[in-house]
């Protein structure tokens, strides 16, 4: 995908997409229940995959040039690193009752000893 370019079936692919979806969002509220949760399982899985997209493109989009020395690290720190959580949308927004190693991502996981879990969490 770097240097290619979509095609002219792609392009028609795309537009018959947006159509598509376009008008499944105006159905939505007078759709059948059982077509409607159709839909919305197939938009879930959509969404993944674009919500993965948009995470990488934003965070590669937001990285300096290379050789550029404007990154933002504190004063005499070697290297710095953030993980997905703090630099795009994770699928799930938030959880309450949270228990001890739940997975936020690929790349946290929250720990603690409570008993009765009354923590709760939401990305902003």
Known sequence: ???E????????????????????????????????RL?????????HNL????QVADTRLALPRIGSLTFPKPGGTDWF??????RGPLDIKGASSVES???????????HDCRLSELTLRQL
């Open 81 to 86: 690193w953030r993980p997905n959580l703090w």
């Open 39 to 47: 839909v919305r399982d197939r938009a879930r899985k959509m969404r």
């Open 101 to 111: 190693k739940t997975a936020f991502g690929d790349e946290v996981t929250l720990f």
């Open 5 to 36: 370019r979509w095609s002219f079936l792609d392009r028609l692919a795309y537009r018959s997409s947006l159509t598509l979806w376009s008008r499944a969002v105006r159905t939505a509220k007078s759709a059948d229940l059982s077509d409607l």
């Open 1 to 3: 995908m770097s240097q």
């Open 51 to 54: 919500n993965e997209l948009l």
